[in-house]
């Protein structure tokens, strides 16, 4: 009997919500007009960045340097910006599109409230991501960065005073929880916790590990430096040994691919279906 090459999809990958409407967004503009600005690379992957520069989207990684250049609309990306930058487009009268993540903007919000209350604001996440810098932003007052459950141990909470926890959106949702359950266990009831990691984060996570634990080969595909994809590809690492994360289909690693590989593909959330289904397409092709 002849064997076929089995390739299964998780249930939830690729383009989440927030990454979908900046695009959308960009596009849109685009349409209209010969040039805009995106506040930092619009999303984590080469590919579309790639396709809407050749559009006229122009990257400008530092906006105080760039406000005497700028002569068209600006757009704020899905992983959002400090008030400080709100508050100098404003200030020098330039027209922005914000395609902040609603997600993302309820955590300003929080944190913005807390710590307006007198708290001290813990925020769970990559102090280094342009989301992280974004929600630091709009912090009056004291905050802490933890990037792991070591760090939230080594952490000096005083009972004394009132905390606000938050997360960053594409956190992995299993360190997330051991988190909070150490808070429990020693008893922080001066910890106000947030779980503010995208529902969509969350659908993706669960779904990767149930593919990749059945699975000779897990394909992750999206940008290297995509937060929410290095979790994808950590937690199927887990699972399954021969896990690669790839950018497209230029990077399949076809040596470890034969017909009788079961395969399993998901995808980071700023990775367009197209993207994903060249790389299938691909898969197929090398039976």
Known sequence: ??????????????????????????????????????????????????????????????????????????????????????????ENNIEYIDATCTKVKNIHRIVNKYSSDGYEIIIVGDSSHPEVIGIIGWINGKYHTVNNFEEIKRLSIDREKKYCLVCQTTFNNNIFKEIVEFLNENDYTNIVVNNTICDATIKRQESCINIAANSDVMLVVGGKNSSNTKKLYELCKEKCEKTFLIENYREIPYKYIDKNTKIGITAGASTPDWVIEEVIQYVRESE
């Open 1 to 90: 009997m002849e064997v076929f090459m089995e390739i299964k999809k998780a249930e939830h990958m690729g383009f989440c919500f927030g990454v979908k409407n900046a695009v959308d967004c960009a596009t849109k503009a685009l349409d209209e007009e010969s040039k805009i600005y995106s506040y930092g690379e619009i999303i984590h992957n080469q590919d579309v960045v790639e396709l809407l520069a050749n559009k006229g989207l122009v990257v400008i990684e530092d906006l105080e340097n760039s406000i005497d250049k700028i002569d068209a609309k600006v757009l704020i990306r899905s992983h959002g910006v400090s008030k400080k930058i709100i508050d100098t487009l404003h």
